[in-house]
């Protein structure tokens, strides 16, 4: 077992896919109405984010959307990356105290919310 499934994070490959036509409407007749008249689209290029087993989001297409969208789908593989980073410097007696380590292990607990003890524990 990955050290993501044992965070309870995707292991799948993460993706962006566009889609050309994407229908965001699930309200009712009468909300889809006003939407109509205020000129609010129904269908929009959008952006999904996910793994191939299924999405996580749809948000509209445009170049700042697309810029974060990527930056998502790599966000797993290179907080695995950087656990496992952390792990060899420790293990080579490069950790304590080290900037970079530190600095490290701060982004490592803001993205899974765990300390780097309670990952170690993990590892």
């Known amino acids: 077992m990955s050290i993501l499934s044992k965070l309870g994070i995707t292991e799948w490959p993460w993706v962006v896919g566009e ?4 229908y965001s409407f699930d309200g009712t007749i009468e909300e889809k109405k006003l939407l109509e008249i205020n000129n609010i689209p129904l269908r929009f ?17 445009d170049e ?3 810029a974060n969208a990527k930056l998502i789908a790599a966000a797993p593989d290179m907080l695995e990356a950087l656990i496992l980073e952390v792990r060899n410097h420790e293990k080579n007696g490069i950790g304590e105290g080290y900037q970079w380590n530190e600095l490290a292990k701060d982004l490592i607990q803001k993205a899974t919310n765990k300390s780097w003890e309670e990952i170690k524990d993990l590892l």
């Open 19 to 22: 889609k050309e036509n994407y």
């Open 45 to 61: 290029p959008a952006l999904g984010i996910g793994t191939n087993t299924g999405g996580v989001a749809i948000i509209p297409l």
């Open 64 to 66: 700042s959307n697309n």
